[in-house]
């Protein structure tokens, strides 16, 4: 990670946990991931891929207590088709950074001007794009990964910092938060971390918001959905969310191929936008009816696990 970092100077600012100085001069590396595209005949765990050879990342230093950019900023690109990235030579005064991942490619059709600031609407894609990002103390991350998941854990982190809380407070509350909506119940948070491919439950979490965020891409900003969650830790509370990822799992389960490990994940998801909370054996036999568009569906809680089905059409009388 970083070398070279210290924090045993006399205090001279920073946030109220902060017991010195934080320097650091030396190498941050890590791994960005993002869905290149949608493949049309391939099985879902296939989906997601590194980010691709020539993807910009910038590493922005942070206000150890408002984590606001100091103006400390570094570039780097993606070095392979895994999205490995490195930077050299960084001297730090904070232990926050927030690292991001451009949405376009340095290739022969884009060059990077320096410039960060990117159009939301790619009018030739046809789609909105994207800035993944991450927010981590170096002094604890290791192995870091940027990817969807820490795109909505960033933004509920800043929420939480701007009203006050500390970052291990902010970092634990919002990564509840976001396996509460997924209804990943005695799970940790390992998205932030490049192993999060070792657990066959965070790869399939993973898998299937990375396809979802590329459905949602074509249709409205991703600010929107990032925004809903860093306001109020749900992505429930939107009517326009919450009724896009109920589509977007209904349709898969309906037309895709989905394993029994896949169909669990997606009603945990299911009964999450809900706020069903977890499926327990005290709840053995519960069912929530909810509308969705223009049809009525259960949700059940049976052998430890959510189910959903869609039961009839509403008329229009």
Not at 118 to 142: H, N
Not at 179 to 208: C, H, W
Not at 253 to 276: H, I, Q, V, W
Not at 296 to 316: A, E, L, P, V
């Amino acid at each position: 990670m970083c070398a070279a970092c210290s924090g045993d100077k006399p205090t001279a600012g920073g946030s109220a946990e902060e017991t010195g100085i934080y320097a650091c001069e030396g190498s941050v590396s890590g791994r960005a991931a993002r869905l290149a595209q949608r493949p049309e005949k391939t099985d879902l765990l296939e989906w997601t891929s590194g980010a691709e050879d020539g993807a910009v990342i910038r590493l922005s230093e942070l206000d150890s207590v408002t984590l606001d950019t100091t103006g400390t900023f570094y570039y780097t690109l993606c070095m392979n088709s895994s999205g490995e990235f490195s930077f050299d030579n960084v001297a730090l005064r904070s232990p926050y950074v927030m690292l991001e991942l451009a949405p376009y490619v340095e290739s022969e059709w884009w060059q990077w001007d320096g410039n960060w600031s990117f159009a939301e609407y790619d009018s030739v894609g046809e789609r909105y794009t994207v800035t993944y990002s991450v927010i981590v103390d170096l002094r604890k991350a290791k192995n870091i990964d940027i990817n969807v998941m820490t795109y909505l854990e960033s933004s509920r982190i800043r929420n939480l910092v701007n009203q006050g809380k500390t970052f291990e407070t902010a970092k634990q509350q919002a990564d509840g938060e976001i396996l509460e909506t997924l209804g990943m119940y005695g799970e940790p948070f390992v998205f932030d971390k490049s192993d999060y491919v070792e657990s066959q439950n965070s790869r399939i979490a993973m898998n299937f918001l990375s396809g979802f965020m590329w459905g949602w891409n074509c249709v409205a900003p991703p600010s929107e959905m990032a925004n809903a969650f860093a306001t109020t830790g749900k992505l429930s509370q939107v009517d326009s969310v919450r009724d896009f990822f109920a589509n977007e799992i209904y349709n898969w389960s309906k037309y895709g191929r989905t394993s029994d490990s896949e169909g669990a994940f997606l009603g945990g998801f299911m009964a999450g936008l809900y706020e069903l909370g977890e499926c327990t054996e005290e709840r053995e036999g519960f069912m929530e009816r909810v509308t969705l568009n223009d049809a009525d569906m259960n949700i059940s809680c049976g052998s430890g696990r959510w189910t959903y089905k869609k039961i009839f059409m509403q008329s229009n009388a």
